[in-house]
């Protein structure tokens, strides 16, 4: 079956760097476009960043474009999320999800158009 792991979490000072990776299996991982969403305590799960599948194009919220960066090695299975210049507000659980649709050109934001989602790692940022 499908499996997503993220790691990379943990706790940094406002400011300061963290790179997430999710590695992906049970799915051909270069066929689908992958996202980042992320859920602050009382908050909605929101989206973060998403990539296509061949890796082309990228798709990021406005709170955090120009900090952080999404990226993927095929090869490897694996996304990343390169998270610069970090504030009290990233703090969240982050989740990888895959796309419900092999090669899809269109990159979403939707909660609803990824259909596996990893169990998630926490990013506390302090101030």
């Known amino acids: 079956q499908v499996q997503l792991v993220e790691s990379g979490g943990g706790l940094v000072q406002a400011g300061g760097s963290l790179r997430l990776s999710c590695a992906a299996s049970?799915?051909?991982?270069?066929?689908?476009?992958m996202g980042w969403f992320r859920q602050a305590p009382g908050k909605e799960r929101e989206f973060v960043a998403a990539?296509?599948?061949?890796?082309?194009?990228?798709a990021y919220a406005d709170s955090v474009k120009g900090r952080f960066t999404i990226s993927r090695y095929n090869a490897k299975n694996t996304v990343y999320l390169q998270m610069n210049s970090l504030r009290t507000e990233d703090t969240a659980v982050y989740y990888c999800?895959?796309?419900?649709?092999?090669?899809?050109?269109?990159?979403?934001?939707?909660?609803?158009?990824?259909?596996?989602w990893g169990q998630g790692t926490q990013v506390t940022v302090s101030s």
């Open positions: 999800a895959a796309d419900r649709a092999r090669r899809r050109l269109r990159l979403s934001s939707s909660n609803g158009e990824y259909n596996y």
């Open positions: 049970g799915l051909t991982f270069s066929d689908y476009a």
């Open positions: 990539i296509r599948y061949g890796g082309t194009s990228t």
